[in-house]
């Protein structure tokens, strides 16, 4: 309960949050109507919650003269008796509790749209056994709270990895 200016590990006390999700789930959905077809699947996770090292970087003063840095640095310690939560230009910063985001998310991990033509129509050609066209995505969306790049990257390594990446795709099946 004392409030220090002064770092020290044997400070350190565990904020109840985890780093993996307690929750997981999926839910995949599949409809279907005179050769149209619809499917999505949804993944989430619940109490995750991951320290954002993005925001490391681009909201710590230490590093103020060499990077950029967000539009919240405005907010950075200049006077006396100010009140915010960014300390003064070259203050070393310590990985604490501010860098800690909910990173749970519900994500549309995919979607596809696609046509199955008529078996009578494709067996005409005597050239296919099927024909089917389709497009289809991936990443599409996602929701959370997480202010960082993905939210479902492993926070060790956050910094290090790309976000998961949306993709589009055309296809044709035969």
Do not use: C
């Not at 599949?30 to 619940?46: E, H, P, Q």
């Amino acid at each position: 309960g004392n409030i220090t200016d002064t770092y020290s590990e044997s400070d350190a006390v565990f904020l109840g949050k985890q780093r993996y999700a307690p929750w997981s789930g999926g839910l995949n959905i599949n409809a279907s109507w005179k050769g149209l077809s619809l499917s999505a699947s949804f993944a989430g996770v619940f109490g995750k919650y991951m320290e954002n090292y993005g925001r490391y970087f681009v909201e710590n003063p230490s590093f103020a003269s060499e990077s950029n840095m967000t539009k919240r640095m405005m907010n950075i310690w200049t006077t006396p008796g100010q009140i915010t939560d960014i300390p003064k230009a070259g203050e070393p910063i310590k990985h604490d509790s501010r860098w800690i985001d909910n990173a749970s998310f519900v994500r549309l991990k995919n979607l596809q749209l696609a046509y199955q033509f008529p078996q009578q129509m494709i067996q005409k050609s005597h050239v296919f056994k099927g024909l089917k066209v389709y497009v289809s995505g991936r990443n599409l969306l996602t929701f959370s709270n997480y202010d960082g790049l993905d939210p479902e990257v492993d926070a060790a390594t956050a910094s290090a990895n790309y976000p998961n990446s949306k993709q589009y795709i055309l296809g044709v099946e035969f």
